[in-house]
């Protein structure tokens, strides 16, 4: 079945480091891939998506390649703010059932210190 | 426009027990879905709608978990009896999609019930 395998956190980073958050998938096809984040209280939000090979997802600057050679849609951001800090999830929506289903990650924290 | 509502937003209860899940999704969302997010994990589909019907429960602990749609608008999640591994954010969110091969509707989320069991 799907699934989605995500670096584990907490990532701590300085403010205006670069941020990488590692993202790999299994699924039949060409599934959709997303990036989702929670800040603390909320729900989920979507931050960035793509719907086909090579494509790119960008959003607030953060970035992701759809990468299918190496199942892959790593989250990037050139210059983390503490207001980034909250929890990342990595989804995918397959292609089986036709339900819209979204398969996620288990979430990687970040915590952005000044 | 209104983002998906969803009440209480904590609910603290003792196993055995049962409690009720509310949620109403953006006006016009065809498909609801819930979601049960155990402490580290990541969210997991329970069971999601389309109008009235169900599409897809087969994530649905159906011995002690139930939802409805009754006027395919708002839904109702509820747990009966309660053990303590149903301690959890239980989310639900909404999407436009009206058929079953859609691939393109975003899914919005609501803010959650965090449910402790005790």
């Known amino acids: 079945g799907d699934s989605v395998t995500q670096m584990e956190g907490p990532v701590t980073l300085s403010e205006e480091a670069f941020l990488t958050i590692n993202c790999t998938y299994t699924a039949t096809g060409y599934p959709s891939l997303f990036w989702y984040v929670q800040y603390p209280g909320e729900g989920l939000q979507l931050l960035l998506k793509?719907?086909?090979?090579?494509d790119k997802g960008s959003n607030k600057g953060f970035e992701a390649t759809y990468r299918k050679e190496t199942t892959s849609f790593h989250l990037e951001k050139g210059s983390v703010q503490v207001s980034d800090s909250a929890v990342y999830f990595c989804?995918?929506?397959?292609?089986?059932?036709?339900?819209?289903?979204?398969?996620f990650g288990t979430g990687t924290q970040l915590k952005v210190e000044l | 426009e209104a983002g998906v509502a969803q009440s209480p937003r904590y609910k603290i209860i003792e196993k055995r027990q049962s409690v009720a899940f509310w949620c109403n999704p953006i006006?016009?969302?065809?498909?609801l879905y819930w979601y049960q997010q155990i402490l580290g994990q990541g969210p997991k589909l329970l069971i999601q709608?389309?109008?009235?019907?169900?599409?897809?429960d087969s994530q649905l602990p159906k011995d002690r978990f139930s939802a409805e749609r009754l006027k395919g608008v708002d839904s109702t999640l509820k747990i009966q009896p309660a053990k303590l591994e149903d301690s959890a954010v239980y989310l639900c969110a909404s999407s436009l999609e009206r058929g079953t091969n859609s691939l393109l509707y975003e899914q919005y989320f609501g803010p959650g019930t965090r449910l402790t069991v005790t």
């Open positions: 989804a995918l929506r397959g292609l089986t059932g036709g339900g819209n289903k979204l398969t």
């Open positions: 793509a719907t086909k090979a090579d």
């Open positions: 709608f389309q109008n009235n019907g169900v599409v897809d």
């Open positions: 006006s016009g969302h065809a498909t």
